[in-house]
């Protein structure tokens, strides 16, 4: 079976982006964002789901980091969704309670076609590195509205920023690689109604 792989290039009057995403990977990445910890997280997506991740980004950082990680988002959630395809095969969902120091967090999704965010973690700093904190929601907003995901994020415990941050996006990276995989037991797609749009 050949690799699932989506490459894309997305550009507006505020960023232009270069993605390549192979879902079947190694967990390889190469990110330049102008980001520095947007970049470091990008990369944990990748490590901990398995999947090689190339994103190249000119984007208005002389604004701030805003245009740069939600198109960043639109783009990635578009490349998930074309290259899982039909999701004949899938297991569809996804979830992972992960600890990261004394920071908990659970990451629960569902490759439904329909898009929702439930973003339930309190976060206290402004920004980490030069990324502001208040980005993270706005990132898997358009991660899970692009790839008609549906997506629950929820911190358990933790008081760390830069720990519950971190831990955030390697929760999310294991829960979609578990909803990618194939199973051999699921005959066509993993749903009663016969489709996963």
Do not use: W
Request: net charge negative.
């Amino acid at each position: 079976m050949a690799n699932r792989v989506c490459t894309i290039n997305r550009k507006t009057n505020e960023t232009n982006i270069d993605m390549k995403l192979n879902i079947d990977g190694s967990g390889q990445s190469t990110l330049k964002t102008g980001i520095g910890f947007f970049d470091h997280m990008l990369t944990h997506i990748a490590k901990h789901g398995f999947f090689d991740l190339e994103v190249t980004c000119d984007g208005d950082l002389e604004v701030d980091c805003h245009h740069s990680i939600e198109d960043i988002g639109i783009v990635l959630g578009k490349c998930i969704r074309e290259a899982v395809g039909d999701k004949i095969g899938i297991k569809r969902y996804g979830s992972c309670i992960l600890p990261m120091d004394e920071t908990l967090v659970l990451c629960a999704l569902d490759l439904s076609g329909r898009p929702y965010l439930n973003f339930d973690v309190a976060l206290t700093a402004l920004r980490l590195g030069d990324m502001d904190v208040e980005m993270v929601k706005e990132f898997f907003m358009a991660v899970a509205v692009h790839a008609g995901m549906n997506l629950h994020i929820k911190l358990l415990d933790g008081s760390n920023n830069h720990h519950i941050v971190e831990g955030i996006f390697k929760a999310f990276g294991n829960a979609l690689d578990q909803a990618t995989l194939f199973d051999e037991r699921i005959i066509g797609t993993r749903s009663t109604k016969g489709m996963l749009e």
